[in-house]
C-alpha cells in the first residue's frame, strides 16, 4: 500500500506493468507454483471449445486489471460447455469498474477447504522483499490487517542474504498452519513464488486465495503479479505480454514516442529535466495546494522534437489545466531549452498556461529569450517555488 501525497518514490511505484491472471498463472507454474489448467478466450465460441478440452465444471473469469471481478458478476461457475459458453457471452463487454472485458479465462473448477493468503512484495520503506502470510485468505489483506493483525505474518528478506528456508517455516507457524501436509506444499510455495519474484523482477507476486482442496492439494487459484517497468529490458517475454488496449491512454501514447512519462491524478501537467528534480516537483506542487498530473521527464536534452512529444502527452490528459516546465541546466544550458520550448511552441497550438522555471547554466539568457518572445499564454518564473504557487493560481483562475 503506497503513502499518502506525492511522494516521488511512491509515485514512480506507478511506474510499472500488472499482468492479467491469466499471465501471472502462467509465471507461477514455470517457477513450480501448482495452479489449475485453464484456457483463454475472446469469444463465447472459444469459451465452449475450451470448457469442452477441460471436461466437467469450469469457471468463466473475467481478465481485467482491477479488483472487484466477483462482485461485479465477473466470475461465473458453468457446468459444462453450453453454460460456459453462456456465461462468456455474458462477461465479454462488461465494464468492470471502466476496464472493459475483453478476454476471459476459463479455469477447471476447484472445490475449497480452506483458503489462505501469501505474498512477496517490495517494501520500500525497508528497501526490502515483503512476506505476508496469513491462514484468513479469500479476503481484501487490508481487511485482515485491520481486524485481525495478529493472524498476518510478516517477515522481511534481506537482499544480500537472500531467501533462506527456515523463513518460510517461520511465516507459516507464525501464521499457525497446524497441517503437517499443508505446511510441506505451503513451505515449498514460499521458496517458489520468492524464486518467480527475483527471477522475473516482480514488484508483487500475491496468491489470494491460496487454496486446500478437500483432498489436500494447496495450489494458486489467483494470481496477482506486478513487474518493475524499467527491468522489462531483461524480460522480452514478459515485456510481450503487455495489453496496449488495458493502460492508461496517455501512458501508451508515451511510450510510442519514447517519452518517459506517468499519469497521475491531478491537474497540474509537470516536464522537467532528470527524475530527481520532477519528483521535487511533484512535491512542491502538492505543498502548495495543487495536484499533479503526471511525471514526465525530459531527460537531459531540451530539444524541439523531445519538448513536443512531451506536450502532445501531457496535452493529451483532459484533465490539465495548466503546464510547468521546470529546468535545471547543467550540462543542458538553459538558452537552449527555452529555444526548444519556443520551436515547439510555434508547431503546436497550446491554449493552457505554462509556467517556464529556468535555473543553472545560461538560465538569465534563456528567461531572457522567452520574455522577449513573450508568447500570451508563458510566464518565466526564477525559482521552483514561486513556479509552483503561479501554476497553481493559474489552474484555479480556469475552473
Not at 516521488?8 to 495452479?35: N, T, W
Not at 525497508?126 to 481486524?147: C, N, Q, W
Not at 495548466?322 to 531549452?337: K, P, Q, S, Y
Request: aromatic letters at 6%.
Amino acid at each position: 500500500m503506497a503513502p499518502e501525497g506525492y511522494s516521488g518514490v511512491a509515485r514512480l511505484a506507478r511506474a510499472r506493468m500488472d499482468l492479467y491472471e491469466y499471465q501471472g498463472k502462467q509465471l507461477f507454474a514455470r517457477f513450480g507454483i501448482p495452479v489449475s489448467e485453464g484456457r483463454l478466450a475472446t469469444t463465447p465460441e472459444e469459451a465452449r471449445a475450451g470448457a469442452e478440452e477441460l471436461g466437467g465444471q469450469v469457471v468463466v473469469k473475467a481478465q481485467v486489471l482491477t479488483g472487484g471481478r466477483g462482485k461485479a458478476g465477473g466470475i461465473q461457475l458453468a457446468e459444462g460447455p453450453d453454460d460456459a459458453e453462456a456465461r462468456a457471452r455474458d462477461i465479454l463487454g462488461m465494464d468492470i469498474r471502466g476496464h472493459v472485458v475483453r478476454r476471459v479465462w476459463i479455469e477447471k473448477a476447484s472445490e475449497i477447504e480452506r483458503e489462505y493468503y501469501l505474498s512477496v512484495t517490495f517494501d520500500r520503506g525497508e528497501k526490502k522483499p515483503l512476506f505476508m502470510f496469513t491462514t484468513k485468505g479469500g479476503v481484501d489483506i487490508e481487511e485482515v490487517a485491520e481486524t485481525d493483525p495478529d493472524a498476518l505474518a510478516r517477515l522481511h528478506i534481506d537482499p544480500l542474504v537472500g531467501f533462506q528456508s527456515f523463513q518460510a517455516r517461520w511465516l507459516v507457524f507464525t501464521a499457525g498452519l497446524e497441517d503437517p501436509d499443508e505446511q510441506k506444499q505451503v513451505l515449498a510455495i514460499v521458496g517458489k513464488l520468492y524464486e518467480a519474484f527475483v527471477g522475473t523482477d516482480a514488484m508483487l507476486c500475491e496468491i489470494n486465495p491460496l487454496i486446500v482442496t478437500p483432498a489436500g492439494e494447496v495450489k494458486a487459484l489467483d494470481s496477482k503479479f506486478t513487474v518493475d517497468d524499467n527491468a522489462l529490458y531483461r524480460h522480452t517475454d514478459i515485456a510481450e505480454m503487455r495489453d496496449p488496449e488495458a493502460g492508461d491512454p496517455q501512458e501508451r501514447l508515451a511510450r510510442e514516442k519514447g517519452v518517459t512519462y506517468v499519469k497521475l491524478d491531478g491537474e497540474i501537467g509537470i516536464l522537467g529535466n532528470g527524475a530527481g528534480l520532477v519528483m521535487s516537483t511533484l512535491d512542491v506542487i502538492d505543498q502548495v495546494g495543487g495536484r499533479p498530473a503526471n511525471f514526465c521527464d525530459l531527460g537531459g536534452g531540451g530539444d524541439a522534437e523531445g519538448v513536443v512529444d512531451a506536450l502532445e502527452v501531457i496535452t493529451a490528459d483532459s484533465q490539465v489545466e495548466a503546464i510547468l516546465f521546470n529546468i535545471f541546466g547543467g550540462i543542458t544550458r538553459g538558452d537552449e531549452v527555452a529555444r526548444g520550448i519556443l520551436e515547439a511552441l510555434d508547431r503546436m497550438t497550446i491554449d493552457l498556461p505554462i509556467v517556464v522555471r529556468l535555473d543553472g547554466t545560461n538560465a538569465a539568457e534563456g528567461r531572457a529569450m522567452l520574455a522577449d518572445a513573450a508568447p500570451p499564454n508563458l510566464y518565466v518564473e526564477e525559482t521552483m517555488l514561486s513556479a509552483a504557487e503561479r501554476v497553481v493560481e493559474l489552474s484555479k483562475g480556469r475552473r
